[in-house]
């Protein structure tokens, strides 16, 4: 159709780096084209690797060669775009203004305000980020779109926010989710799930891991030994309903954080990365999580002690779920989308 609109992400997705950033792009993604858009993803080889789901995506597809991928697109076989989304860590300013002879508007998302950009819109999901921490960093016209209100959550966590029962998050803890993201490469989750053994808790353990993940068959080992009660979920899209039908989580403080608070769902999160430590300072202050610190910090005990404190405690976990649940509502697309209706 003359009239359809061109999106381009650029991201790009590893064990090392996890897959927040095409996480969150695909989500767009989904939705733009759901509204007539098409979708050009250009990504490393290693990206759709370590997230199937963008493989499985009816979007197409522009693979650079590992070695090439910080490189200036040149290839234009993709066609002018509209708009292009940049969610990458190692592309700024230069890459940004070099992708403006074909890109008619530029969105950048980011998650802490310390490079210069060149960008029409920059969206910051941080709970507590400030307009002035940006200044000059971006253009004086650049539209920013601050705080979890615009966090990029698939539309089913929304709808699972919808179905919670009043009476749902009242406090105990029967069935706790561990999930530190698709490739975890410190075990952090064999860490939990010894914690959980340790703190002696009569509870159900869902545990979700991503198919690369360089410890899955010691996790897998692992959940063998603990029981039943202990169940593995290897790239699921179900995490809305996984959280939703949870009454704690424990994990780490990415895009999943703005994921469990939309279900209202208390969590015990450790920082895994430097770009993490303000999201979980911020959601420790709210009152959203109790903050177990570095990953380095992290112990059996120490996270053994945690899980006790608060399954004794009902008022504090109840008071948790509250927190969450005003920190994000799961409409952070709808709100993006409206901003870009005049693209």
């Known amino acids: 159709m003359s ?51 963008l493989g499985e995506a009816e979007h197409s597809l522009v693979i650079l060669p590992d070695e090439n991928r910080l490189e200036p697109i040149i ?23 070099d992708t403006r002879r074909w890109a008619n508007s ?22 507590g980020r400030r307009f002035e921490e940006y200044l000059g960093f971006v253009p004086i016209n650049t539209h920013l779109l601050l705080g979890p209100k615009y966090a990029l959550l698939k539309s089913d966590f929304s709808v699972a926010r919808e179905k919670l029962s009043k009476g749902q998050r009242q406090g105990e803890i029967r069935k706790i989710l561990v999930s530190i993201g698709g490739s975890d490469p410190k075990d952090i989750t064999s860490t939990a799930l010894m914690a959980i053994d340790a703190a002696g808790l009569d509870v159900e353990v869902d545990v979700v891991l991503g198919g690369g993940s360089p410890n899955l ?3 897998k080992a692992l959940i063998a030994h603990l029981g039943a009660k202990y169940k ?18 424990i994990g780490a403080c990415g895009v ?56 004794s405690s009902r008022e504090i976990m109840k008071s948790m779920s509250l927190s969450a649940g005003e920190v994000c509502d799961g409409q952070g697309v709808n709100r993006l989308l409206r901003e870009l209706t005049d693209l």
């Open 3 to 53: 009239n359809q609109k061109h999106v381009v992400f650029r991201a790009d997705a590893s064990s090392l780096i996890g897959g927040g950033h095409i996480s969150r792009c695909l989500t767009l993604g989904n939705a733009l084209s759901e509204r007539n858009w098409r979708c050009t993803f250009i990504c490393s080889e290693q990206s759709v690797l370590a997230f199937p789901a």
């Open 217 to 219: 068959s010691l996790v």
């Open 106 to 127: 530029i969105l950048v998302i980011e998650d802490m305000p310390t490079r210069k950009h060149e960008c029409d819109f920059l969206l910051d999901q941080t709970l």
């Open 256 to 311: 999943t954080s703005w994921e469990r608070c939309s279900v209202s769902l208390p969590a015990i999160a450790v920082v895994i990365a430097d770009n993490q430590r303000q999201i979980a300072q911020s959601l420790s202050d709210k009152g959203a999580i109790v903050y177990a610190g570095d990953w380095t910090e992290l112990s059996v005990s120490l996270l053994a002690k945690l899980l006790v404190d608060l399954a």
């Open 232 to 249: 593995l979920y290897i790239d699921t899209t179900k995490m809305s309903a996984l959280m939703a039908a949870a009454d704690l989580a």
């Open 75 to 97: 290839d234009l076989s993709f066609g002018q775009a509209d708009l292009l989304v940049i969610d990458h860590y190692e592309l700024g300013f230069e890459f940004e203004k």
